[in-house]
C-alpha cells in the first residue's frame, strides 16, 4: 500500500473549518466548543499565529487528575508548549511516524507561517482504508478482465 501521498490530498477531502480558541481562554470554553463541534482537539490561536493545541488528553490529565478547575485555568497554563506540525507536501507515511514518535493524534499543517489544515489520526486511517479499498477494487478489475479476456 502506498503511503507517500503527500498530506494536502487528504486536506482536499476533508471540511475547510477550522476550529480555535484563544491561549487567555478558560479550559471549560475550549472543552465546551469541543463538545459542540464533536471535535477532539482545537488549535490555539494568537491572533492569525498558531501557538499551540488543546486536546482532550489535556483536560484529562492536567485538569481533572491535578485537581484544577476548568473555569478557572486557562489554555496556556495547561498546553504543550511544543506543537508539532507539518508541511502540505509531507506525506501519509511521515504525518503516520510522527505522531506515533510524539504520541499525538492530531497535526497542524502549516504552509510557511500559514494554518492551512488539520490532521487527526482518524483522517489517516480514513486515508489508508480507502486507498486499500481502491487498490484491491482494481486488482479485481485486472483479474477479472484477465479471465473473461
Not at 79 to 84: E, H, I, L, T, Y
Not at 108 to 124: F, Q, W
Amino acid at each position: 500500500m502506498k503511503t507517500t501521498y503527500p498530506i494536502s490530498s487528504l486536506l482536499h477531502h476533508k471540511t475547510s473549518a477550522l476550529w480555535s480558541v484563544a491561549p487567555e481562554a478558560t479550559v471549560f470554553e475550549a472543552i465546551k466548543l469541543m463538545a459542540e463541534k464533536n471535535i477532539g482537539s482545537l488549535l490555539v490561536m494568537s491572533g492569525s499565529r498558531l501557538v499551540g493545541i488543546f486536546t482532550e488528553r489535556d483536560y484529562t490529565r492536567k485538569i481533572a487528575l491535578q485537581g484544577k478547575t476548568s473555569k478557572q485555568t486557562q489554555v496556556w497554563e495547561i498546553m504543550p508548549k511544543n506543537v508539532v506540525t507539518v508541511a502540505p507536501d509531507d506525506s501519509v507515511e511521515n504525518c503516520m511516524k510522527l505522531m506515533t514518535e510524539n504520541r499525538v493524534r492530531h497535526l497542524p499543517v502549516m504552509d510557511g507561517a500559514n494554518l492551512v489544515g488539520i490532521i487527526s489520526i482518524g483522517d489517516l486511517v480514513n486515508w489508508i482504508i480507502s486507498t486499500q479499498n481502491a487498490a484491491i477494487e482494481q486488482m479485481e478489475q485486472y483479474i477479472a478482465g484477465g479471465v473473461t479476456g
